[in-house]
């Protein structure tokens, strides 16, 4: 599996992004999907993530991120509403083979390159 994010940008504080993931291979719907980042100087840290149809977020973006896929088009989508000076990072891709719930980055087997947001204050 190849993962190609992007949408990533220079936004300023309350604006919104939306970071897409187009995934290639077979079985796509089968693959838990999830959203990392990683800011300057700190760990790589979940962010959401979609198994079937169930999506699930830390606590931190909840009520503000709204992950979804596209089975057709074999592709993720992390829409970031309300966008903190705090969610400047480095945005990753992942999926994850077994299927299972995961949001620790060990579980995931496949990475795409990062995809950079910045928000102003």
């Known amino acids: 599996v190849q993962l190609q994010a992007s949408g990533g940008g220079l936004v300023q504080a309350g604006d919104s992004l939306r970071l897409s993931c187009a995934a290639s291979g077979r079985a796509f719907s089968r693959y838990t999907m999830g959203w990392f980042r990683q800011a300057p100087g700190k760990e790589r840290e979940f962010v959401a993530g979609i198994r079937w149809r169930d999506p699930y977020y830390a606590d931190s973006v909840k009520g503000r991120f709204t992950i979804s896929g596209d089975n057709a088009k074999n592709t993720v989508y992390l829409q970031m509403n309300s966008l903190l000076p705090e969610d400047t990072a480095v945005y990753y891709c992942?999926?994850?083979?077994?299927?299972?719930?995961?949001?620790?980055?060990?579980?995931?087997?496949?990475w795409g390159q990062g995809t950079q947001v910045t928000v102003s204050s």
């Open positions: 992942a999926a994850d083979g077994s299927g299972r719930t995961a949001n620790r980055g060990d579980e995931y087997d496949y």
